[in-house]
C-alpha cells in the first residue's frame, strides 16, 4: 500500500496554506496547519499574562508550563489568524525547547496519520527540511513580498477597515527576517523542493502544478 507524506514549506501569506487545504481536498489527505500549533502556543501564553507584561522578555518557564500539557486540539478558533498570534509565533518559535516540543507533536501526528488515512499534508517553515525530510513531494511556495502583502491587506481589510498597508507590510518583512535567519530549523529553499512562485498564479493554477509535479513523479 502506497503512503503519501507532502511538505510544503514557505513564507507568510504566500499562498501555502491555500495550497496545502485545496491538495487535502484532492488527494483525500490529512492536513496538519503546523504555524497553527505555534499560534495557539502565542495565543495561550498571552492570554495567561496580565496585558502589562507582554513586554520584550519571554518568560520561558510559563511556556514551558503551557507546553507541559500541549495538544492539537483547539486549532480551529478564528482568533489564531490574527496577526498579534502570528508575529509572536514567529518569536517563541526561535526557541529550541518550543520546537523540541512541537516537533514530537507533529510527528506523532505524522504517524497516526499514516497509520489511519495513508498519508498527510503538513505545512509549515521547516516541514522538508525537519519534520517530514523523507517526505514524497516537497514543496516551496513563495511571492514576492509586495504581492503577498497586497493579500493578506485584503483579507484582513474586509473585517477591520483601521489597518494600514504599510504596517503589514512591515509585519511580513519583520516575519520573513525572523523565520529565515534563526538558528533552529529555519526557512529555507532546500535543493529537493520544488519552487512555485505564486505571484502570477490563482489557487487553483497553484494546485494544478502541484499535482501535475505528483502526478509525473508517483
Ligand atoms: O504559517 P503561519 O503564518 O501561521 O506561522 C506563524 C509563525 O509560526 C511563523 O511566522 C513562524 C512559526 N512557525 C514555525 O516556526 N514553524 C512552522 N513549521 C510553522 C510556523
Not at 503512503?3 to 489527505?29: F, H, P, V, W
Request: glycine share 4%; aromatic share 8%.
Amino acid at each position: 500500500e502506497y503512503r503519501m507524506k507532502i511538505a510544503i514549506d514557505g513564507t507568510a501569506a504566500s499562498g501555502k496554506g491555500t495550497l496545502s487545504e485545496n491538495l487535502s481536498q484532492e488527494l483525500k489527505l490529512p492536513r496538519l496547519d503546523t504555524g497553527l500549533l505555534y499560534r495557539k502556543l502565542a495565543f495561550v501564553y498571552i492570554k495567561s499574562l496580565k496585558l502589562t507584561s507582554i513586554k520584550n522578555i519571554i518568560d520561558n518557564s510559563i511556556l514551558k508550563s503551557i507546553l507541559n500539557d500541549f495538544d492539537l486540539n483547539d486549532l480551529e478558533s478564528e482568533a489564531l489568524k490574527l496577526d498579534l498570534y502570528g508575529n509572536f509565533a514567529s518569536r517563541i518559535g526561535k526557541l529550541d525547547f518550543v520546537r523540541k516540543k512541537l516537533k514530537i507533536i507533529q510527528i506523532e501526528y505524522v504517524e497516526n496519520m499514516i497509520k489511519k488515512k495513508g498519508g498527510c499534508i503538513l505545512d509549515g517553515r521547516d516541514i522538508g527540511t525537519e519534520i517530514l525530510p523523507n517526505a514524497d513531494f516537497k514543496f516551496y511556495i513563495d511571492a514576492p513580498i509586495k504581492t503577498r502583502a497586497k493579500r493578506r491587506f485584503k483579507q484582513l481589510y474586509s473585517t477591520n477597515k483601521s489597518i494600514e498597508f504599510k504596517n503589514i507590510l512591515l509585519d511580513l518583512k519583520k516575519r520573513d527576517i525572523n523565520d529565515k535567519s534563526r538558528k533552529n530549523s529555519p526557512l529555507i529553499l532546500s535543493k529537493d523542493s520544488i519552487l512555485i512562485d505564486t505571484e502570477l498564479l490563482n489557487p487553483q493554477q497553484v494546485l494544478r502544478k502541484a499535482l501535475y509535479y505528483i502526478k509525473k513523479n508517483k
